[in-house]
């Protein structure tokens, strides 16, 4: 696999970008698109949500009309997950409803989440990222919560945004650093 970057929705290669794994070809009685918010079939290295059809698949929600309505079209089911097909292998990049809008560009909280892990000291993996309405703007800003490795580690925050804004050209918002173990996960382990 090669480091990817998207832009505008295009998958492109780069330096800067991050590893994308393929997750495989469809096997024989599946079916994979990728299509835009009004079903549209999209491209090969174009980011849309991914809709699979099979066999083995459902046609519906159990008594609930209305998710079944929404999720399903003609056969076909939308995952909710965000991906890209290259070379008819299928690629994983996130779920949709995990996207941060802001101004009408699309942001991935993983990708920030990222750099986070790889920072000097901030926990890996003890970090979220995600978007909050702002009605003056007329759309969502991007907050980062992130844990010290340490309590008595002093990071500089404005150069961890300036970091995370050189690497992926993100509107940072607020970025806050909490004392160790401060954030709470479920049992699944998320924050």
């Not at 802001?102 to 892990?117: A, C, R, T």
């Not at 970090?127 to 702002?134: H, P």
Request: glycine share 8%; proline share 4%.
């Amino acid at each position: 696999s090669v480091k990817k970057l998207i832009k505008n929705n295009e998958v492109v290669e780069a330096e800067n970008g991050f590893w994308v794994a393929s997750v495989g070809k469809p096997l024989d009685n599946i079916e994979v698109k990728i299509i835009d918010d009004n079903y549209n079939l999209l491209n090969e290295n174009v980011l849309g949500e991914i809709s699979i059809k099979s066999d083995c698949l459902a046609d519906g929600y159990h008594n609930n009309p209305k998710s079944t309505s929404e999720s399903f079209l003609d056969g076909w089911f939308r995952t909710g997950d965000l991906g890209y097909i290259q070379e008819d292998e299928l690629y994983v990049t996130g779920r949709k409803m995990d996207m941060i809008i802001v101004g009408g560009e699309n942001y991935y909280p993983q990708d920030i989440e990222q750099i986070l892990n790889e920072s000097d000291g901030i926990t890996p993996g003890r970090n979220v990222v995600f978007g909050v309405a702002d009605k003056d703007l007329g759309t969502e800003k991007i907050i980062v919560l992130a844990e010290s490795s340490n309590i008595d580690y002093e990071i500089d925050v404005e150069k961890l945004i300036e970091k995370i804004i050189t690497k992926l050209n993100v509107p940072i918002s607020d970025l806050h650093i909490l004392p160790p173990r401060t954030l709470v996960k479920s049992t699944a382990g998320k924050i």
